[in-house]
């Protein structure tokens, strides 16, 4: 075997938890490999095509659990590159949140207080701004109009979007051709490379093992770039600190598949996953009720007709997020564009005579598709997915080239679960079957179990060693030098989309992991600005870390 | 080796089955593996079986023995329903849509062993009516995909990118959140 290659620091995955504390230990002078499973595609490599083979499949990984299914992003860049950018921080009483374990699940040294500094950190950096009503794309407004004419209140939500660059497109799930969605490959992952940050696309890691120095050897592999069932090479890297932000989905199974050779892990990894109570409500519109009802009707005189296009979900009602409402019955309604290709076959048919999924009543529902509108919950689950024995490789047995694969998370949501999905969809259809609007049926969970794009919580923090894997400063408890970012550190539902939540702790997270590789002999210095050279963001938190981390 | 009475045995359970998630119009008199209990394309004639076929889908190596497992069902069906099959096309073929639709509904119920193999063939057919996925979109649009001309999907432009300049109402149709923080937030 060839001389084994030796950095600072590796970063397994590219996403928000692996590309800010890339760029932050890189920019503080750590040496820095990042390890990415998926391929690294730009600008024209994001195709506004739903063939096989395109970006729509490239960027993406699909398992389907026993009970739960998760959508995740396969690319540099994770996540940010297929997400739709909605950047919501997290309401106050999510960190007071007791779940299932009879106390709070955050750690003390978290709330909503204290991440918002970090929080400010991450809306400088991407940057994440506030919409406009004129911003807002038909569907949204459509839903705010219902909201509104149902009594409720309605937001359009801030985003990491470029709204001069936008087209209103809706192909933002493939990955944004006209740079409109600021993703990290457009400020933390060029900031990272610029201080010298080693990006190595298709390395997919496999397991840790204790090296000689104390350190760590991440053993992966080379997946072929086209059709990712194929290994084409391997090796293995050592490392003084390792940080994995595979994403929820991905992290504990590296930890799982790891604990032959680096002992045993916590009893949370793997365990309290969260699918951030998601759940899909889909709605068919009745057009002369949206002109009769609520007055709407665009340029040319149609109504509505417009579930194409837009950027994703710009709307939502957050009547609900009132933490005096007992836990479990808060969540968040939003609206939501889901492509064709994985976007339909959920949708049931209301009132159907046979079967809700499929079948000829089915297929009249989609005659109908453009008068779709599609609501999203999320709300409070109560983390009850745990993951089987690993697969031998990556998070799943892949069945296709790209994108679908069978994993080993099993999920049963609990009463609580199903009352809070029950409230909601009960919400949805008095907002939306209101005065004849439309007729809404939820996804349904018999096909591919319960589905969600904001896998959290399977490798969380928290201050109770019994329930959470890793302390409040994301190192893994047992094996130090081992720090967890992603969305798996995440205790549990946010009742809004995570990535804001996760990309804040992954900035909070930085200053003890510079910590940790001093102590290992790196010279690395917390302190720098946003990628762009901005520093207001960065000065606010430096009084924070004040005689830490070199400063 | 290639069997062709095997491909078209493969071939006809699959329409008949993929005509049963997304049911279409016969193509042509003497259509059998298509229902005809819909109008219009389905996922037939959107290309499910072209879609089961890739490459990429990974499906395509285990079909010859899919079809033999879904007629074994099929076969077993009729018995249990005490139904004479037409033994000139495969079993699966020669139920009514009624039963395709029938055994369809076991096949990917919740408790069924083989669910997920079934579901993915049904996933499979759905992504052909959706989203032609063994087509580039803006060919399957140029040459009416029956499936997405059904959905009224939007072609792109003249240079083959989707742009929506007309997108939005407009105007305030909502009052946010009283607790509504400075950064655009719940509180
Ligand atoms: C379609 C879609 C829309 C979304 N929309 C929104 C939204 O609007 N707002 C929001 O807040 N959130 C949204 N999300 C969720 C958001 O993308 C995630 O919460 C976020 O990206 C999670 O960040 P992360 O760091 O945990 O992991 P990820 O961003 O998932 O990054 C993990 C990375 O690790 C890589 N990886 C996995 N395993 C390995 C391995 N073994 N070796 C090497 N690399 C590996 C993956 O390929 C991936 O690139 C959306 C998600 C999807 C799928």
């Known amino acids: 075997m060839t001389a084994i290659e030796s950095t600072d620091v590796v970063v397994v995955g590219s996403g928000f938890g692996g590309a800010i504390t890339a760029y932050h230990l890189a920019a503080g002078g750590a040496r820095v490999v990042v390890l990415e499973r998926g391929p690294w595609l730009t600008g024209q490599d994001f195709d506004q095509d739903f063939k096989f083979g395109s970006s729509s499949t490239r960027a993406f990984d699909f398992t389907i659990g026993d009970g739960m299914s998760v959508l995740a992003g396969n690319c540099v860049g994770g996540g940010s590159v297929v997400y739709f950018a909605a950047m919501p921080r997290a309401p106050r009483f999510v960190f007071e949140r007791h779940g299932s374990i009879g106390r709070r699940m955050w750690p003390a040294a978290i709330s909503r207080d204290t991440l918002e500094p970090w929080y400010d950190r991450v809306a400088e950096a991407l940057p994440v701004t506030r919409q406009d009503w004129s911003d807002v794309p038909y569907a949204g407004g459509l839903w705010a109009a219902a909201c509104h004419h149902a009594g409720r209140t309605a937001n359009p939500v801030p985003v990491a979007i470029d709204n001069e660059r936008c087209v209103n497109c809706n192909w933002m799930m493939s990955g944004c051709r006209f740079d409109a969605k600021r993703s990290l490959l457009l400020n933390y992952l060029p900031a990272a490379i610029a201080h010298g940050a080693r990006i190595r696309p298709l390395h997919e890691a496999q397991r840790l093992e204790r090296s000689d120095d104390g350190g760590y050897r991440l053993h992966y592999t080379v997946v072929d770039d086209v059709d990712y069932r194929v290994e084409v090479g391997g090796g293995a890297i050592d490392a003084k600190v390792v940080v994995l932000a595979a994403g929820a989905g991905a992290t504990p199974v590296i930890l799982q598949r790891s604990a032959d050779t680096l002992g045993p892990m916590p009893a949370a990894v793997g365990r309290y996953f969260s699918g951030n109570g998601e759940r899909l409500n889909t709605a068919v519109i009745d057009e002369d009720r949206v002109r009769e009802v609520l007055g709407l009707s665009r340029s040319d005189g149609v109504p509505y007709e417009a579930y194409q296009i837009g950027k994703g979900p710009c709307v939502a009602t957050w009547d609900r997020l009132d933490g005096s409402l007992p836990e479990y019955l808060r969540y968040s309604l939003e609206q939501l564009y889901f492509p064709p290709g994985f976007g339909t076959i959920l949708a049931q048919v209301p009132d159907a005579t046979g079967p809700t999924w499929f079948g000829a009543e089915k297929k009249e529902l989609l005659r109908h598709w453009k008068s779709w509108l599609t609501i999203f919950t999320m709300s409070e689950d109560d983390n009850e997915g745990v993951f089987g024995p690993p697969p031998p490789t990556g998070n799943a047995v892949r069945v296709s080239q790209q994108m679908l694969g069978r994993g080993a998370l099993r999920y049963r949501p609990t009463e609580n679960t199903l009352r809070g999905w029950a409230a909601s969809d009960a919400e949805v259809r008095d907002i939306l079957e209101r005065d004849g609007l439309a007729r809404v049926m939820p996804w349904t969970n018999d096909v591919v179990g319960a589905y969600t794009v904001h896998p959290l919580a399977s490798c969380r923090i928290g201050d109770d060693p019994a329930t959470s894997a890793l302390d409040d400063r994301h190192e893994l408890r047992g094996h130090p030098g081992i720090f967890v970012t992603d969305g798996s550190a995440v205790p549990g539902a946010l009742t809004v989309n995570p990535a804001m939540t996760i990309a804040a702790l992954a900035e909070r997270a930085v200053p003890a992991i510079v910590e940790a590789a001093r102590q290992r002999g790196v010279a690395v210095r917390y302190g720098a600005p946003a990628p762009d050279g901005a520093t207001a963001a960065r000065d606010a938190v430096l009084p924070l870390v004040a005689g830490r981390a070199g400063r | ?187």
């Open chain 2, 1 to 187: 080796m290639h069997d062709s009475a095997q491909d078209d045995v493969t071939t006809m359970t699959f329409e008949a089955f993929a005509d049963t998630i997304l049911p279409g119009e016969k193509r042509f008199p003497g259509d059998v593996t298509v229902a005809g209990v819909a109008v219009g394309g389905g996922a037939v004639a959107s290309g499910a079986v072209a879609v089961l076929r890739t490459d990429e889908g990974g499906m395509a190596p285990a079909l010859d023995n899919l079809a033999e497992a879904l007629n074994g069902h099929a076969g077993g069906y009729a018995a249990e329903r005490g139904l004479s099959l037409d033994p000139a096309v495969p079993p699966f073929v020669a139920l009514s849509f009624a039963d395709r639709t029938e055994l369809v509904a076991r096949l990917t119920a919740p408790t069924h062993p083989e669910r997920d193999i079934w579901v993915s063939v049904a996933m499979f057919s759905t992504i052909a009516f959706d989203a032609a996925a063994h087509l580039h979109t803006v060919d399957a649009l140029a040459d009416g995909h029956p499936g997405m001309t059904t959905m009224g999907f939007k072609p792109p432009e003249a240079d083959g990118l989707w742009r929506f300049p007309e997108f939005s109402y407009g105007r305030q149709l909502a009052r946010p959140h009283p607790d509504t923080t400075p950064s655009g937030s719940p509180a």
